[in-house]
């Protein structure tokens, strides 16, 4: 689809449905506000849910639908049996469906592994790495640690032949451990790892990891991880290192930020209301927007979305954010001018640059990556 506000074409990269913010955890970082919330999504929404994704023309040759928000694992797997046929009755293109959980990993049972490889759904599980980093923040609503009982999901899962990618939230405590992280992922043949940074959204109160000493401490755990990484025959995929190194071997235009184009992340909640730009906006409140929804699968289509008049305001305010970091940031081929979500939760506005999560995730490590493959090309060329 050519969009309608001066974009290139773009086709909707990914789905998010959000079928219940509960979760059955109260990790300490988490910035979800409805986490203790019973609400979920039902069947009749469900069904227009899928039917707006399967009749809009933003769909391209394959659709990629990722069950997010509180825990999803929290709904019975019964709830995901009838979802997936309703999936299949409201696809009769038989378009191509790549499916995904993200999940804390306490509520996996053999039931759960059965129905994932019938589905040949990918999963994404929360860890953060060995159990005195993981306890300090992932904890239930007692306070104990969740590491044993996130471990059992994990070993379930790959007793059945499911390879996760782990999502591994960095606070300082981790940072200062980079061996034990990697030690962690080798023990546990983990083969893909994504490193998010502690970062402010919505609920928080003050950013973490916002100082010097952090920024030097991030720029010294990569630095480490690298070196780790050299020494090792058959390394864990590292998003956050190999992605870029990717990108800079063979980056031939600016990378577009899907979290700040329209329409390329579409999200929806238990209500059947959709949203646009960073997937957790759809849960956040403002006191200048009230909220992000941008209209609702019972009385909108996705494309009515670029003519509704909340999205055309706060649109105008993030592209004036892009235009910033693009006409001021030495980084913006890497970032394509950031998410407006950070934006909004660091500097109170869309219509900004650089935040702390930029600094750190995203410069901070493109020096790091660039300096590490200049040593490497120039190890080359010295020779033995």
């Known amino acids: 689809m050519s969009d309608q506000l001066g974009f290139l074409p773009v086709y909707t990269q990914e789905f998010i449905i959000q079928p219940t913010s509960l979760c059955n955890i109260n990790c300490r970082y988490c910035y979800l506000p409805d986490r203790l919330s019973p609400r979920s999504i039902d069947a009749r929404t469900l069904a227009r849910v899928f039917a707006a994704i399967f009749t809009s023309s933003l769909v391209g040759e394959r659709v990629r639908i990722v069950w997010h928000a509180g825990e999803p694992m929290t709904l019975p797997l019964s709830f995901y049996a009838e979802a997936y046929r309703l999936m299949d009755l409201a696809n009769p293109r038989q378009i191509p469906v790549e499916s995904v959980f ?40 007692q306070g104990r640690g969740t590491f044993a009982r996130a471990m059992r999901g994990l070993d379930l899962l790959q007793r059945n032949g499911i390879d996760p990618v782990v999502l591994m939230v960095l606070t300082r405590q981790a940072l200062d451990a980079p061996d034990a992280l990697w030690q962690f992922l080798l023990e546990h043949r ?158 109170g506005t869309f219509a900004s640059s650089e935040t702390v999560h930029c600094a750190l995730h995203i410069q901070t490590t493109t020096d790091v990556v660039l300096n590490y493959l200049e040593h490497s090309i120039e190890s080359v060329q010295e020779g033995p």
């Open 102 to 141: 993200q999940t804390n990993g306490t509520r996996l049972t053999q039931a759960w592994c059965d129905f994932i490889n019938a589905r040949q759904i990918q999963i994404g599980i929360s860890l953060d790495g060995p159990q005195a980093i993981h306890d300090a923040n992932r904890v239930d609503r």
């Open 190 to 347: 983990l083969t893909s790892v994504a490193f998010l940074l502690e970062e402010a959204l919505d609920t928080a109160h003050e950013i973490p990891l916002r100082s010097a000493a952090d920024r030097q401490r991030y720029r010294a755990f990569l630095q480490r991880i690298l070196t780790l990484r050299e020494s090792c025959a058959h390394p864990p995929f590292v998003r956050e290192i190999d992605g870029l190194i990717d990108r800079i071997k063979y980056l031939t235009h600016p990378v577009r930020a899907q979290a700040n184009i329209p329409l390329a992340v579409i999200s929806f909640d238990c209500e059947g209301n959709i949203s646009t730009f960073s997937p957790e906006l759809l849960t956040q409140s403002h006191p200048r927007y009230q909220n992000f929804w941008f209209g609702n699968v019972f009385e909108n289509s996705l494309e009515e979305l670029l003519n509704h008049p909340h999205f055309r305001v706060l649109n105008a305010e993030v592209q004036r954010g892009v235009a910033r970091c693009r006409e001021t940031c030495a980084y913006f081929l890497f970032c394509g001018g950031g998410s407006p979500a950070n934006k909004l939760s660091e500097n």
